[in-house]
Every structure is written in C-alpha cells, then in structure tokens.
C-alpha cells in the first residue's frame, strides 16, 4: 500500500511563492506516475501537474510557466514549486500516484491520494 503525506501549503499574498512537498512510502515509487491535483470549494478537481517515471512532465494551461513538478528519488519525495501564485490557485492541494509499466501517465488511473494540504491566495 502506498502511502503519501503532503506538506508545505499555506496563506500567501498574491504574486508569492509556495512549495508543496509530498513524502512517498513505497520505496519503488520512481516507477509511478505521480501528478499534483487540486480542488476549489464547489469546483471540480483539476489535475496540476504530472511527472512520469522518465521525468517528462506536463501541466494544465493555468499553472504553465508558474508551477514546476519534480521529484527527488533519493528522497521518496514529489515536489511542486508554486511561483507567481494568483488567488485563483486558492485550493486544496492533493498528490496522487499509480503505478505504470510503461511510463505511460493515465489522468483516471490515479489511486493513490494523500490527505490534502491547503493553499490560500489573498489579493
């Protein structure tokens, strides 16, 4: 069972910087998919941002430019950098995992979900 535990989030002003930290307990992880995902009060969830087993990565059109997904595979630990933040981005910020065969990142086949972590963006 993969556990994941997400830290980092916050209340910052506009124009600021946060960085989600997102710890991993299997110690195989480095071949899962692995994707940030947030969700607004009344909104549906929104994949952020995803990494695969290779590194590529890939982001939704309202965070491209500003946010940047990585991951330390010394550390069992995914990452997401939030920069120029916007009120907009006010949400909870969940990382989620699945695992793959061959690298490919599947938005439906995400099954493993952290706690949560809450990011509020004040104008």
């Known amino acids: 069972q993969v556990q994941l535990v997400e830290s980092g989030g916050g209340s910052v002003q506009a124009g600021g910087s946060l960085r989600l930290s997102c710890a991993i307990s299997?110690?195989?992880?480095?071949?899962?998919?692995l994707a940030w995902f947030r969700q607004a009060p009344g909104a549906e969830r929104e994949e952020v941002a995803v990494?695969?087993?290779?590194?590529?990565?890939t982001y939704a059109d309202s965070v491209k430019g500003r946010f940047t997904i990585s991951k330390d595979n010394a550390k069992n630990t995914l990452y997401l950098l939030m920069n120029s933040l916007k009120p907009e981005d006010t949400a909870m910020y969940y990382c989620?995992?699945?695992?793959?065969?061959?690298?490919?990142?599947?938005?439906?086949?995400?099954?493993?979900w952290g706690q949560g972590t809450q990011v509020t963006v004040s104008s």
């Open positions: 990494i695969n087993k290779y590194g590529d990565t």
């Open positions: 299997d110690s195989t992880y480095s071949r899962y998919c």
């Open positions: 989620a995992a699945h695992s793959t065969n061959n690298g490919y990142c599947i938005t439906s086949h995400f099954g493993y």
